[in-house]
């Protein structure tokens, strides 16, 4: 599409369609309509939804900015007025005028605003345009316009004057967004920030490398790592800012770009109609700041709701960025990159224009004002020759006569344009005339001419320091207000609130959440699947459903977890009627929905006759009987499935026994055989995970806990589930350690801020406390947790001349609750408090001194302690029964 679109705006933008009122004329319906259609296409894409890459304006923007510097006097005018003044040059009415320049003014760059115009974080809109009043911004005044460097055209009346761009020496494109589509295309830019792009430009100038992210005013989070440098092709994914304000209460101080508080909450509570998330109550508090308060139901956790917010509501959104613009009268599709160099390069082609008309200008002032000096000292103007001459001409040619030997000291050539107009001096400013002060005018402009010269010389730096100027200027306005995170991809299966129950009605065969008189399995959402598994060995996972036929003769179900390698399964089956049967451990990560898998060889007759699903790997200890058997010594004997290895579901497994038997049961529950999870702790997302990336925290067992300490003295302790969510402001992320010693130095408030050392270890606690005591304003100078830590104190103010001294820590200060105060290290002014190297470290016991703790499964006896023979004569007794 977008080569026609090259065609239309090449071959059609000047076309106009025959007169179809001509009868002399046959027209073609379908060649009239493709004449129209290109027509009408190139019109739009140039004169109205695409920006132009010179001044990164729309037309309708770039003749607003033009009617207010008409308008402008530095006070306000009414929108109304603005409106109607553009109209002489936008024929497309005021409606389009009127919210085109409200969307200028929300974007507080080149348009200063007074009144009520709209809130971009609620969606309200702006009050009636005679209300509102406006004016160009200082930026714009600086930036945006040159009459001496537009170029300009006729209106589309032919009345009054347009330009075709305006001459912006700034990357306004990039910094103010646009959004517009066309016929057969749309433009995309996100903005960016304003100091960033003076940064960029400056490297770029400087022929270095840099990068350019978005940037918005709704502030929020943006993950770039698909930016694609803004060109088609690319996405980026902007987050909500949600904070805990305790378990049963979340806000959201800031929202993702293009959306409002209301549509925020609108998903919010669409989400909680569907099911998705568990949510009490929704207030919005916003006025000038973000503020939407979500009360959690009671029971529902905080930060799986918070992963929920983001998967099925608009707390999070992606971009996809298209950077189109009009070049060369033609649609192009850029980078981000492309269009700063371009902008960049029209800046520096601006300002050597400006040097240069300014330079021309000085130089002619300067030629006139050593004309006018010459003519005045030289006392021409009093020469009888001139005062008698006869007309014009000959008065010009006696004063050129009389400048000839002055044409050395002279700029250019001396024409009679010049000469007429040193005869239009006025004999008053001739009386006033002072020799010395026209040399220091003279001298003066000639010093601006070298300056000039030397700004062209060096283009580029004056080029950036005109970018370093307009960032010291005006750039702590527009601070980066979108943080730079890499996002963790949140699976909505895992997050979705599980509102619904599973039930299974085992005679008919039927599953769903609508069987809620038969037996129930689980919790379960929409989004979940259900893993089951048959008597014969065969197994199927299908998603779940309000009712659904699975069959009869069902071993084992439950709800599916996709890619979870711990789940491990322990089964032996028989291999057809009369076979070998085998024993196996395995687990099932991923297969097909709705598709039947089987664990045994598929054997017709196979039987499953012993089955466990173990969460953690655990592997049991199981007793097997056989039938009694001539052949066979010992019909009785264990079987450890710890000794069996997990291999893949389709592994036939290993060999139990060849004979046939008479009943297994359960001998002795047994531990994990996958040992502690690994968990590591990834700092640009914030959260824990599995897979190797960022900090390693250690090996968890199920009871164990992370310490979570934050900047501000506050800590807590949480458990290793990979939904768990941290601010910002975390400093130390490990494993928990009950018995951990750690050291603080700190200066308390309350005691005039004198410094003190406490030894403490952290508490178990998912409640914040704080280690820094109850007053906020106590400040932290160093933890560490070394066993036997050492500061060196260096005195300042009125005691520097006192040498450094040096504390012990297990010396000078037992060890006591986190709560303590602690004990004061000095009552002289400090420069600074240092941690130094140990001394000794703590001694490590042998391996011969460790306590070994045996765990012992709990043991489970089958057969309730009876012998063997005890139990061949009740199998020979039942089976003489049949």
């Known amino acids: ?19 179809s009122h001509d009868e002399s004329i046959k027209h073609q319906l379908s060649g009239m309509y493709q004449n129209w259609f290109l027509d009408y296409a190139s019109y739009v894409i140039l004169e109205r939804a695409v920006p132009h890459i010179n001044d990164g304006l729309k037309p309708v923007q770039r003749r607003i900015l033009h009617s207010m510097k008409r308008l402008d006097d530095g006070r306000y005018n009414k929108v109304a007025n603005i409106v109607g003044h553009t109209m002489q040059f936008h024929p497309h009415g005021d409606a389009s005028i009127g919210d085109a320049l409200v969307q200028l003014g929300q974007k507080d760059l080149t348009i200063d605003c007074q009144g009520n115009w709209g809130n971009i974080l609620t969606g309200d809109g702006a009050a009636a345009s ?25 209106s589309y009346d032919g009345r009054n004057k347009e330009p075709v761009t305006l001459p912006v020496k700034y990357p306004l494109l990039l910094a103010q967004g646009v959004e517009g589509i066309a016929v057969g295309l749309s433009s995309k830019i996100l903005p960016h920030n304003f100091n960033e792009l003076c940064d960029a430009a400056i490297e770029y100038l400087h022929k270095r490398e ?31 800012k949600i904070n805990k304000i305790d378990n049963k209460t979340l806000v959201i101080n800031e929202i993702p770009y293009g959306k409002t508080t209301t549509s925020v909450i609108e998903s919010i509570l669409k989400a909680v109609d569907k099911g998705k998330i568990k949510v009490r109550k929704v207030d919005d508090n916003t006025s000038s700041q973000v503020e939407i308060l979500i009360h959690l139901a009671p029971g529902v ?30 649609p192009h599709f850029l980078t981000v990159s492309d269009v700063l160099k371009k902008s960049v390069d029209n800046t520096l082609s601006l300002l050597r224009q400006e040097l240069e008309i300014h330079k021309g200008e000085l130089l002619e002032s300067l030629h006139f004002s050593s004309l006018e000096k010459i003519f005045i000292e030289e006392r021409i103007y009093k020469d009888k020759e001139f005062e008698q001459s006869k007309d014009m001409d000959e008065a010009c040619a006696h004063i050129d006569k009389r400048l000839t030997p002055f044409y050395p000291k002279f700029i250019r050539e001396v024409t009679k344009e010049d000469i007429l107009r040193l005869m239009e001096i006025k004999m ?44 010291d200027k005006y750039g702590k306005n527009f601070p980066r207000r979108t943080e730079l995170r890499n996002f963790d991809t949140i699976e909505a299966a895992k997050v979705v609130e599980a509102n619904e129950k599973l039930y299974i009605n085992r005679e008919e065969g039927f599953i769903g959440t609508a069987l809620k008189k038969d037996e129930y399995i689980a919790n379960c959402s929409d989004l979940d699947d259900v893993i ?67 664990m045994t060889l598929s054997t017709p007759g196979s039987r499953v006759v012993y089955f466990t699903a173990n969460p953690n790997g655990e592997a049991e200890v199981i007793k097997v009987t056989l039938k009694p058997n001539p052949r066979v010594r010992k019909i009785i004997f264990e079987k450890d499935f710890s000794e069996v290895a997990i291999k893949g579901r389709q592994a036939m497994g290993v060999i139990l026994t060849k004979y046939d038997v008479h009943k297994i049961a359960l001998k002795q529950k047994g531990g994990s055989t996958l040992g502690g999870r690994k968990v590591w702790f990834d700092r640009d997302v914030l959260r824990l995970n599995y897979d190797g990336r960022g900090e390693y925290l250690g090996e968890f067992q199920s009871d164990d806990n992370i310490l979570i300490v934050l900047n501000n003295g506050d800590f807590y302790t949480t458990n290793f589930d990979l939904s768990n969510h941290y601010e910002d402001s975390v400093s130390i992320v490990e494993k928990f350690d009950i018995n951990k010693v750690w050291s603080a130095v700190l200066y308390d408030s309350d005691q005039q801020n004198y410094p003190y050392l406490k030894r403490f270890s952290f508490e178990a606690s998912t409640r914040k406390q704080n280690y820094l005591g109850e007053n906020k304003e106590n400040r932290l100078v160093l933890l560490t947790d070394e066993y036997y830590p050492r500061f060196e104190i260096t005195f300042g ?28 290290l000095t009552t002289f002014s400090v420069e600074a408090i240092n941690e130094l190297e140990p001394m000794r470290l703590p001694e490590v016991k042998k391996d011969d001194e460790e306590e070994e703790v045996e765990e012992n499964p709990e043991n489970l006896d089958p057969d309730n302690g009876k012998s063997e023979d005890d139990i061949i004569d009740e199998i020979t007794g039942q089976m003489k029964l049949f």
């Open 1 to 19: 599409m977008s080569d026609e679109i090259n065609e239309i705006t090449e071959g059609h933008s000047d076309y106009k369609p025959a007169d």
């Open 130 to 154: 005679r209300y509102i009043e406006a004016r160009l911004s200082k930026f714009a005044l600086d930036v945006v316009f040159n009459p001496k460097t537009t170029e300009w055209k006729q």
């Open 210 to 240: 840099f990068k350019l992210y978005p940037d918005f005013q709704t502030g929020g989070s943006i993950d770039v790592s698909r930016y694609n440098d803004g060109e088609r092709g690319g996405v980026v994914k902007v987050r909500s």
């Open 301 to 330: 956790s905080s930060d799986k709701t918070i992963d929920a917010l983001y998967a099925f509501t608009d707390c999070e959104v992606s971009i996809s960025p298209n950077c189109c613009v009009i070049d060369e009268q033609k």
């Open 428 to 471: 008053g400013r001739i009386l006033k005339f002072n020799s010395e002060k026209a040399d220091e005018i003279i001298a003066r402009m000639k010093d601006e001419i070298a300056e000039i010269d030397k700004h062209l010389a060096n283009i580029v730096e004056y080029t950036t320091d005109w970018f370093r100027m307009l960032k």
């Open 532 to 598: 089951i598994f048959y008597r014969d060995g065969k197994y199927l996972i299908t998603p779940v459903a309000d009712k659904k036929f699975i069959g009869k003769n069902i071993l084992h179900i439950n709800i599916f977890k996709k890619n979870d390698k711990r789940t491990i399964y322990n089964a032996i089956y028989r291999d057809g009627k009369d076979g070998i049967h085998y024993v196996k451990r395995f687990a099932v990560t991923s297969v097909t929905r709705d598709r039947e898998y089987d």
């Open 797 to 824: 103010g009125h005691d520097s001349f006192r040498d450094p001294i040096v504390v012990d820590a297990e010396e000078f200060i037992a060890i006591k609750g986190f709560r303590a105060k602690g004990k004061r």
